[in-house]
C-alpha cells in the first residue's frame, strides 16, 4: 500500500522559488498525472518525490512514513526518464536485473524476475543486446521494464514518451495503461502533453508556474476548467476565449456581436461587468452539421477563413467578434473557402470567466 | 556528351583520390622516417650511420649496438635494466596516481557546482602554460633542500604535478559526456552514490580515463628536461636521460642512443596497441548516449 502525500512542498534554487508549497494526496494505486507548460515545476516536483531533489520545505511522506531525508533508494520508488536512461554498458538483461543485483538478490530469482519483466514487455528477444542496439520504443520498453522488475510502492514517469514518433507514442500511452491494470501500484506521471494527461489519468493535475492550477478526472478538468488557464490547456483545439461585456442582461463583444447570458450564469454576473465567454468548437457548428443543442442557441453567420477536413470531423477557421474562433463540422461536405455557413453557438455549454481574475464564474 | 561528363568526371575522382594518397604519404614519411632512421641505425655500425651521402638500404644489419649496451660498462654497456625499471616505477605510479586525482577532480568539476569553479579551471590550465624547464631551477632547489634529489618518489611528484591538469580536464570532459539521470536512475535503483559511480558512470566513462592514462603515461615516460635536472645515479635515472650515457667528451656513439631509444620506444608502443581500443573509443566518446 503506498499512498503518497504533498504537504506544502516547496522548492529554492537559491533565492528563485520553482515550487510554491504544493500539496496533493495520492490514493493507493492511482494513476495521477502533473501536467502543464514547461518550466512549470512538473519535473521538480517529481525529482523531489524520488529524493534526487532536496525539497527546501514542507513534507514529503510515502506509505505513511515522511521521506523527506531519505536518499531515493529507500524509498522504493522506480522512475522512467525522459531520455530513458538506460546503462549503457549492460545488455537489457543487466539493465532490467541490475536493481536486483544491488539489492543482493539471488540469481535464480533475478532471472524469473527478469523473464516476467520482459514476458509483460515483449522484450524477450532483445535481451542480450545493448541499449545502442534498440529502436525508440524498445529503449522506452526497457525503461519500463527495469521500473517494474522490483515490484515498486510508486511508479514515477517523466515525459517517457516525448522523445517518441507520434505514432509510436499513442502506442506507447496505450501499452503505459495496460500496464497499471496489471500492475497495481501508484503512478505519478509527468507530461506536458494534455492528450497524454487526458487519456492516462485517474487525476490530471494542472501546474503553472510551480503552483497548482487545478486537479480532478479528466473529465471534471475538460467540463469544468477554473479558469482560463485551464480552459485554453486541457482539450484540442484549445477553448475559444471572447473578452466583452455585460450590458443590459446580454452579453456584448467588439463588433456589437451580441448573446444572451447563458442560463447557468445569470445569478453569478453583474450589470457592467467584464467578463471572458469560452467555448470549445464543438459549442460552435454550423447548422444541419451538429448535435442537438438544448438551449435557444444564437444562429451567427459567417464566412469560413480556412477548413480542416478531419476524416469524421472538420474543424472551421472563422472569425468572431474580431477574433479567431474555432468550430466543428460533424458530418462533414467539403468547405469552400469564405463560403458563409449559419452557425449556432451551444450557451448551455458555454463558460464564463472573470476578465480580471480570469477565473471560471461558477 | 553525357558520357564525356561523367568520364571527365570520373577522371578528377581519380586524380583527387591519388593526391590524397600522395599528401598523406608525404605526411606520414615526414612522421615515420625519423622513427624508422633510429631503428635502423641501432642495427648498424657507426661509419654506416655517418657515411655521406646517407646510406639509405641497409647493409650489414646486426646486434652489436644491443649486445654493446648490455653487455660491461668497460664496452660501452649502459645499465638498461636499471633504467627501465626506474622509468616503469616513476611512470606507472604517477600516472596511477594523476589517474586517481585526475578522476576525483574531473567528476566534481563536471557534476558539481562550487565557488570559484572556473577560477580553478583556469587555473588548473594556465599551469600547462608554464614551460617545464622553467620550473627546473627551483624545483631543483626545492628537492635538493628536502633531500629528493635523486630519487623516484621526487620524480614521481613532479610528474604528478604536471599530469594531473590535463587528465582533470580530460576527464571532466568525458564525465560531462555522461548522462547524469545514469547516475540518478542507479541511485534509484538502489545504489549509493558511490555505488552508482563505480557501477555507471565509471564503466561508462573508462575509455576517457584510460586515454587520458596513456597520455599522462607517455608524457612521464619521455620526459627529460625536468629528469635531467633531477636525478643524478643509476638509482633513480630514467631511460631518457639515460641516452645521455652514451655521449662522452669527444664521441657521440649514436648507434648505441639508437639501440636504447629503441627499447624505449617498444613498450610505449605495446600499450598504446593494447589500450588502442579504449583510445579510439575515448577520443570518439560521445556514443553513450543509449
Ligand atoms: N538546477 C536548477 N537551478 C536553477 N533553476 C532550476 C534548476 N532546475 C530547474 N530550474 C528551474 O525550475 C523551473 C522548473 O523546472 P522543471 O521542474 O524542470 O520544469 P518542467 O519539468 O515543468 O518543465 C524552471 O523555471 C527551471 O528553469
Ligand atoms: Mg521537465
Given at each position: 500500500?503506498?499512498?503518497v ?27 495521477v498525472?502533473?501536467v ?12 523531489m518525490?524520488a529524493?534526487?531533489?532536496?525539497i ?13 531525508d531519505?536518499?531515493?533508494?529507500d ?38 524476475a ?25 529503449r522506452q ?16 514517469f517523466?515525459?517517457p514518451?516525448s ?15 495496460k ?5 497495481q ?5 509527468v ?24 486537479q480532478g ?14 480552459a485554453?490547456?486541457i482539450?484540442s483545439?484549445?477553448m ?13 463583444f467588439?463588433r456589437g ?30 447548422e ?35 477574433q479567431?474562433v ?18 449556432h ?18 | ?9 570520373r ?19 615526414i ?10 641505425n641501432?642495427f ?9 651521402p ?5 647493409r650489414?644489419?646486426?646486434l652489436?649496438?644491443y ?8 664496452e660501452?654497456g ?19 596516481i594523476a589517474?586517481?586525482?585526475g ?22 590550465l ?6 617545464g624547464?622553467?620550473?627546473s ?17 621526487g ?9 594531473v591538469?590535463?587528465?582533470?580536464w ?15 536512475a ?6 549509493t552514490?558511490?555505488?552508482?559511480f563505480?557501477?555507471v558512470?565509471f ?14 603515461f607517455?608524457?612521464s615516460?619521455?620526459?627529460?628536461a ?10 633513480s ?16 656513439n ?7 631509444a629503441?627499447?624505449?620506444?617498444i ?21 553513450v548516449?543509449?
Open positions: 500500500m503506498a499512498q502525500l504533498l504537504e506544502n512542498v516547496t522548492k529554492n534554487y537559491g533565492k528563485l522559488e520553482v515550487v510554491h508549497g504544493i500539496s496533493l494526496d495520492i490514493a493507493h494505486n492511482e494513476f498525472v502533473l502543464g507548460p514547461s518550466g512549470c515545476g512538473k519535473s521538480t516536483t517529481l525529482r518525490i529524493g534526487l531533489e532536496e527546501s520545505a514542507g513534507d514529503i511522506s510515502i506509505g505513511g512514513q515522511i521521506v523527506n531519505m536518499p531515493p533508494r524509498r522504493n520508488i522506480s522512475m522512467v526518464f525522459q531520455n530513458y536512461a538506460l546503462y549503457p554498458h549492460m545488455t537489457v538483461r543487466e539493465n532490467l536485473g541490475f536493481s536486483l543485483q544491488i539489492a543482493g538478490k539471488p540469481p535464480a530469482e533475478i532471472a524469473r527478469v523473464g516476467e519483466a520482459a514476458g509483460i514487455l515483449s522484450l524477450d528477444d532483445y535481451l542480450d543486446r545493448k541499449p545502442s542496439e534498440l529502436s525508440g520504443g524498445q520498453r526497457v525503461a519500463m521494464g527495469r521500473a517494474i522488475v522490483r515490484h515498486p510502492d510508486v511508479f514515477l517523466d515525459e514518451l522523445n517518441l514518433d507520434a505514432k509510436l507514442r499513442a502506442q506507447m500511452r496505450v501499452e503505459i495503461k500496464l497499471h491494470q496489471k500492475i501500484t501508484t503512478v505519478i506521471y507530461t506536458h502533453d494534455q492528450v497524454e494527461a487526458m487519456t492516462l489519468a485517474d487525476r490530471i493535475v494542472i501546474m503553472r508556474d510551480g503552483n497548482v492550477e487545478q478526472t479528466p473529465n471534471e478538468v475538460f467540463e469544468r476548467p477554473v479558469n482560463t488557464f485551464v485554453t490547456f482539450g483545439p484549445p475559444n476565449l471572447l473578452p466583452g461585456r455585460v450590458t443590459g442582461g446580454a452579453l456584448v467588439a456581436f451580441t448573446v444572451p447570458v447563458p442560463h447557468n450564469f445569470a445569478e453569478l454576473v453583474a450589470e457592467g461587468q467584464e467578463i471572458v465567454l469560452g467555448f470549445r468548437a464543438d459549442n460552435m457548428m454550423p444541419g452539421h451538429a448535435l442537438n443543442m438544448d438551449e435557444a442557441s444564437p444562429a451567427i453567420e459567417m464566412a469560413v477563413i480556412v477548413s480542416e477536413p478531419l476524416g469524421t470531423e472538420t474543424l472551421l477557421y472563422t472569425e468572431l467578434a474580431g479567431e474555432q468550430a466543428k463540422m460533424l458530418k462533414p461536405r467539403p468547405v469552400a473557402d469564405g463560403e458563409v455557413l449559419t452557425f453557438l451551444d450557451l448551455a455549454q458555454c463558460h464564463l470567466f472573470d476578465a480580471k481574475t480570469q477565473n471560471n464564474l461558477r | 556528351m553525357a558520357m564525356d561528363i561523367n568520364q571527365q568526371h577522371f578528377k575522382t581519380r586524380i583527387g583520390a591519388a593526391l590524397r594518397h600522395i599528401t598523406l604519404f608525404i605526411a606520414m614519411s612522421i615515420c622516417i625519423p622513427g624508422l632512421w633510429i631503428v635502423l641501432s648498424r655500425p657507426t661509419v654506416d650511420i655517418m657515411a655521406k646517407p646510406v639509405w638500404v641497409p650489414g644489419l646486426n652489436d649496438n649486445r654493446a649496451m648490455f653487455g660491461g660498462a668497460g660501452g649502459v645499465p638498461v635494466v636499471q633504467y627501465f625499471t626506474n622509468s616503469l616505477i616513476i611512470s606507472v605510479t604517477s600516472t596511477v589517474i586517481l586525482i578522476m576525483a577532480g574531473g567528476y566534481a568539476f563536471a557534476r558539481y557546482r562550487f565557488r570559484g569553479k572556473s577560477a580553478i579551471f583556469i587555473g588548473l594556465l599551469t600547462r602554460a608554464v614551460p624547464v622553467a620550473l631551477l627551483p624545483l631543483f632547489i626545492v628537492m635538493a633542500k628536502t633531500g629528493l634529489i635523486d630519487t623516484h618518489v620524480l614521481i611528484m613532479v610528474y604528478v604535478a604536471m599530469n591538469p590535463f587528465t582533470i580530460l576527464i571532466d570532459g568525458f564525465f560531462r559526456q555522461v548522462p547524469p539521470d545514469l547516475a540518478e542507479a541511485e534509484i535503483d538502489g545504489c552514490r558511490w555505488q552508482a563505480w557501477k558512470e564503466p561508462v566513462a573508462k575509455s576517457g580515463v584510460a586515454s587520458a592514462g596513456i597520455f599522462a607517455l608524457t615516460w619521455n620526459e627529460y625536468l629528469a635531467s635536472q633531477l636525478t643524478r645515479s643509476t638509482f635515472k630514467t631511460m631518457p636521460v639515460g641516452l645521455r650515457d652514451f655521449t662522452s667528451e669527444f664521441t657521440i649514436w648507434g648505441g642512443m639508437c639501440a636504447l629503441v627499447l624505449m620506444i613498450p610505449a608502443l605495446i600499450l598504446t596497441f593494447l589500450v588502442q581500443k579504449h583510445l579510439i573509443a575515448g577520443l570518439t566518446f560521445g556514443g548516449k543509449g
